[in-house]
């Protein structure tokens, strides 16, 4: 079994794990879980365009044969706009955190962003408490910039956020 983590497009037998990943609060961490608020998400997106479009996508986390979880990008804004940037986001199997694998994965996914797409400017924001997110950034090259105050809301209050940015011309960029 290879070592080497890969990103590959969504599988229609990948649903139930994004889905445990967004919607089933033993799963998501305590920065990513928001209530229910929408659970055809991954189904009706799978249906329209296979989780990928020109505005972002999803893709899975791989070691070997072992799925770990998901990485994201959306565009912002998202309209078809002469700059536009994009944001990252990541959520990993409770099992699979701790491992270096959220570096590693952020990683590929922001080299195979530039690799395949004109963009300048690629940028993530977490939650302030959220230091193993942070220190994924900070290791995969991202730049912090600073806090978002009360960016938002989560289990009874409004959060500030932290947000991070790598830049193609950035040392990993
Ligand atoms: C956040 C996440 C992607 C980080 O990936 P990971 O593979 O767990 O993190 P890594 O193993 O690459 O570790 C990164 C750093 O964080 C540290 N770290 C890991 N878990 C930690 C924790 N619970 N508390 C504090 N630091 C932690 C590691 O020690 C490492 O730092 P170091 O190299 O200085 O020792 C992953 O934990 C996850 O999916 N969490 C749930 C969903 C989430 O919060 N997503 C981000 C939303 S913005």
Redesign the pocket.
């Known amino acids: 079994m290879s070592d080497e983590l890969a990103l590959h497009p969504v599988r229609e037998d990948d649903l139930p794990m994004l889905e445990g ?1 967004t919607q089933d609060p033993e799963k ?5 879980w928001f209530g229910w608020a929408d659970l055809q998400r991954w189904r009706r997106g799978w249906n329209e365009n296979s989780l990928i479009s020109p505005d972002g996508g999803t893709l899975i986390v791989t070691r070997g044969d072992q799925r770990l ?1 998901l990485v994201n990008w959306r565009r912002r804004p998202p309209t078809v706009a002469t700059y536009y940037s994009w944001e990252i ?6 099992e ?11 990683r590929l996914l922001t080299r195979y962003l530039f690799a395949h797409t004109t963009v300048h400017r690629i940028w ?4 302030v408490d ?7 950034l ?2 995969t090259g991202f730049t912090r910039e600073g806090i978002a105050r009360a960016i938002g809301w989560r289990d009874g209050a409004w959060r500030d956020g932290v947000i991070y940015s790598l830049l193609r011309t950035d040392p990993a960029g």
């Open positions: 990943l998501t961490g305590e920065f990513q979880g986001g990541i959520i990993l199997l409770p699979a955190r701790g491992c270096g694998y959220g570096t590693q994965a952020q993530a924001g977490t939650d959220n230091i193993a997110e942070q220190r994924a900070e290791k």
